[in-house]
């Protein structure tokens, strides 16, 4: 059975830094994809990274620069390194996995297996 637990979250002043794990059990990471979203009050989930493990991410066009997903596999954990942090990033963020069999794809639907989020806020 997956299990994704995050943590990492908090607040944050606009322009610093900060780094959200997600703690994976019950699939090879090499096998799903993995991936980081977000949701904020009145608004729909949406992607923030996602990656296959191999190598291959995809960033969300708000974050690119500024986050990177990476993984561990030997931990069976992913990250996100959260860099040059704005106000409108603030949100609950999640991960999910799904198994991978071509591409990784990128809408939240797609991801089968979630977390229950770590909140991020963000202080100007």
């Known amino acids: 059975q997956v299990h994704l637990v995050e943590s990492g979250g908090g607040s944050v002043q606009a322009g610093g830094s900060l780094r959200l794990s997600c703690v994976t059990s019950?699939?090879?990471?090499?096998?799903?994809?993995s991936g980081w979203f977000r949701q904020a009050p009145g608004k729909e989930r949406e992607e923030v990274a996602v990656?296959?493990?191999?190598?291959?991410?995809n960033y969300a066009d708000a974050v690119k620069g500024r986050f990177t997903i990476s993984t561990d596999n030997d931990k069976n954990t992913f990250y996100l390194q959260m860099d040059s942090v704005k106000p409108e990033d603030a949100a609950m963020y999640y991960c999910?996995?799904?198994?991978?069999?071509?591409?990784?794809?990128?809408?939240?639907?797609?991801?089968?297996?979630w977390g229950k989020g770590t909140q991020v806020t963000v202080s100007s």
């Open positions: 990656t296959d493990a191999l190598g291959n991410m």
């Open positions: 999910a996995a799904v198994q991978r069999y071509l591409t990784c794809p990128t809408a939240p639907h797609a991801f089968f297996d």
């Open positions: 019950g699939y090879t990471l090499t096998k799903y994809c």
